[in-house]
């Protein structure tokens, strides 16, 4: 912002009778940058972090002032010539090399020495427009991702403490089906009775496992230049995820649905099974990541290369 701010002031000073269209575009850009860094140093607020409007509202303002900033570079100013290479790199990254706009703007330099003329101003206004948009789609659907897991851990982390509060309010029924019985014996993940801190156990050490698993899993997990804290967001999702995969994967045996397990034999041997299922949970988890990752990989920046054969 403090960029395109010295470049607005730069202009008025080289310029002070600008035009009166050109005065107006200029105070649009003002309003731009102002609302820009109101955005950005605006206060806390939960709604605001989870959705990411405050950011979105920096970057929107941020690439309206750019592309006002093109408009009123004059026809007969040498930064005009080299405007078509800026816009270029960043149409670049975020436009296919399909588009129409960028595929003409590309091709009107290649054929004038890689000088912009007044003549394709409107067109690089519109190629550097396009990109931006682009920009904002890709960061949208960062955004909604971040947001289907937020969502996602919240309400898989409330099932997992109601099935713990249900049974320590001394509702034995989840409880009694982590318990076995093998030769005639109760046994149970606390000990030889039912107890109604059954679930929070085997919650917990598969929630444990599950943390466990996830520091081993950040070595493939990739940064992001993105705000959104995606990375973060997966390694919490493994918690109430391990978490309920050990306690429905005790239930699972205790029902004789896998094939070969029956009663098991003491407290300590059901307790490592709910670690086994917690770790488990890396299975389901990891195709989560791929998908966080794919979608990270689709914002594009200057430090990820041009990548016009990615996907969009």
């Not at 299975?283 to 920046?301: C, E, H, P, W, Y």
Request: include cysteine.
């Amino acid at each position: 912002m403090a960029h395109l701010q010295a470049l607005l002031n730069r202009r008025m000073e080289i310029e002070p009778e600008l035009s009166a269209g050109d005065r107006k575009i200029a105070e649009k850009i003002g309003c731009h940058l102002a609302a820009a860094r109101n955005a950005a140093a605006g206060d806390w607020h939960p709604i605001s972090t989870l959705t990411g409007s405050h950011i979105d509202r920096a970057y929107a303002n941020i690439h309206k002032a750019e592309v006002k900033l093109l408009k009123l570079v004059p026809d007969d100013d040498d930064e005009l010539k080299w405007a078509g290479t800026v816009v270029m790199a960043q149409a670049r990254q975020h436009l296919g090399a399909e588009d129409p706009r960028l595929a003409a703007l590309n091709s009107r330099l290649m054929n004038n020495g890689q000088e912009m003329g007044p003549d394709l101003k409107e067109l690089a206004v519109a190629t550097l427009l396009a990109a931006h948009e682009a920009e904002e789609t890709e960061r949208a659907r960062v955004r909604s991702f971040r947001n289907i897991l937020v969502s996602t851990v919240l309400a898989t982390g409330i099932i997992a403490v109601l099935f713990i509060i249900w049974s320590l309010r001394g509702n034995m029924a989840i409880p009694s089906l982590l318990c076995f019985n093998p030769s005639n014996k109760q046994v149970c993940p606390t000990g030889g009775d039912i107890d109604k801190a059954d679930v929070l156990l085997v919650e917990g050490v598969g929630a444990g496992a599950a943390a466990l698993a996830g520091a081993l899993a950040i070595r493939k997990i990739q940064g992001t230049t993105t705000p959104y804290s995606i990375p973060v967001m997966l390694i919490l999702l493994r918690l109430p995820v391990g978490a309920l995969s050990a306690l429905f994967g005790i239930i699972l045996i205790h029902g004789r649905f896998i094939p070969g397990l029956t009663d098991l034999d003491t407290g300590p041997q059901i307790v490592a099974w709910a670690i086994v299922f917690g770790i488990g949970q890396e299975f389901l988890t990891r195709l989560i990541d791929d998908q966080g990752q794919k979608v990270m990989s689709n914002v594009r920046g200057s430090e990820r290369g041009f990548g016009d054969d990615e996907e969009k």
